[in-house]
């Protein structure tokens, strides 16, 4: 992947945009999510699979640059499908090396917001030869209509096929109590903002406290992101929180350093 090149900045075009998808400019990053099960005995779970675009013009552009125009364009249709398919392709060869990893990959609401998204889905795990548990789908709202039936029906079709179902940046924004209550949804995120200051700020703290207790009655699986600190590690193992992801851990890095990451990791853990 190219450094960063100091020239000004490119217009990101949709023609541009749907080129880097067409020519494989698209490259993904993988930041582990471990499973906290106790000080010395925590596991990477899996990872989450974050876009980058390593733009010939203009360098290494983060998904921020790019993704508010998929979105608008429509283009965020075939670069969902590129991430998943690299995604799960990806984790089919981490298990092959016995490194049994999930693997999360973001999607928009507006593209569940379609009946024959799980058997899409499907197709590309039975591809991979992934097993469908070892797939979450983070779906973040960013305030596209969407039709709720269509949609509650579309995301109980792929849990049904043990697909996971995480609620992504839970407290900001669009994603809101009415999804929780609705729909079928596996994990919940707590959304950075909170995490990154949780040790801090008391407010923070309530607020992260009170999800991971929401989850925990909604019998959701709670995942943190943002951590960046031990002091925020230890509060949320504290809370009962079941997974963390965040730079105190790692960042989000190449499919090659996974698995010395994994080696790395599982030799810390048993001492
Ligand atoms: P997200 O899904 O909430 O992903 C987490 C973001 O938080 C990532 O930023 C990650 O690098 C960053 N992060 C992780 N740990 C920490 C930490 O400890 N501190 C701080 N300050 N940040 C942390 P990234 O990779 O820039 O992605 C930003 C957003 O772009 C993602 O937020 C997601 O909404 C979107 N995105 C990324 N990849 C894709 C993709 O393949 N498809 C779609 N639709 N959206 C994507
Ligand atoms: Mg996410
Ligand atoms: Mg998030």
């Not at 698209?26 to 699979?49: H, I, N, T």
């Not at 579309?154 to 407290?171: A, E, N, P, Q």
């Amino acid at each position: 992947m190219s450094a960063l090149r100091y020239t000004p900045d490119i217009e990101v075009t949709e023609a541009r945009l749907r080129a880097a998808i067409d020519n494989n400019e698209l490259k993904l990053l993988y930041q582990p999510k471990l499973a906290l099960r106790g000080e010395g005995m925590d596991e990477l779970e899996g990872v989450e699979a974050l876009v980058r675009w390593d733009d010939p013009l203009n360098g290494l552009r983060s998904p921020m640059d790019f993704i508010p125009l998929a979105e608008k364009t429509g283009l965020i249709i075939p670069l969902s499908f590129y991430v998943l398919r690299h995604a799960v392709t990806q984790t089919r060869l981490w298990h092959e090396q016995g490194l049994p990893l999930t693997v999360s990959v973001n999607l928009p609401a507006i593209m569940v917001n379609d009946l024959s998204l799980p058997d899409q889905v499907a197709a590309i795990l039975n591809d991979a030869g992934l097993p469908s548990d070892k797939l979450i789908l983070e779906i973040t709202e960013t305030g596209a209509m969407v039709d709720f039936a269509t949609t509650i029906e579309s995301l109980t079709r792929l849990r049904v096929k043990g697909i996971g179902l995480s609620i992504d940046d839970f407290g900001t924004g669009y994603s809101s109590l009415v999804e929780l209550y609705r729909m079928p949804f596996s994990e919940l995120k707590v959304d950075r903002s909170f995490v990154m200051e949780c040790d801090q700020a008391a407010e923070a703290r309530t607020i992260v406290e009170a999800i991971v207790q929401l989850a925990h009655k909604m019998e959701l699986t709670v995942c943190a992101e943002g951590v960046e600190s031990k002091s925020v590690l230890d509060l949320l193992r504290s809370l009962g929180c079941q997974k963390v992801q965040g730079f105190f851990i790692s960042r989000p890095i190449h499919a090659a350093e996974v698995t010395e990451f994994a080696r790395r990791f599982s030799a810390k853990s048993r001492g």
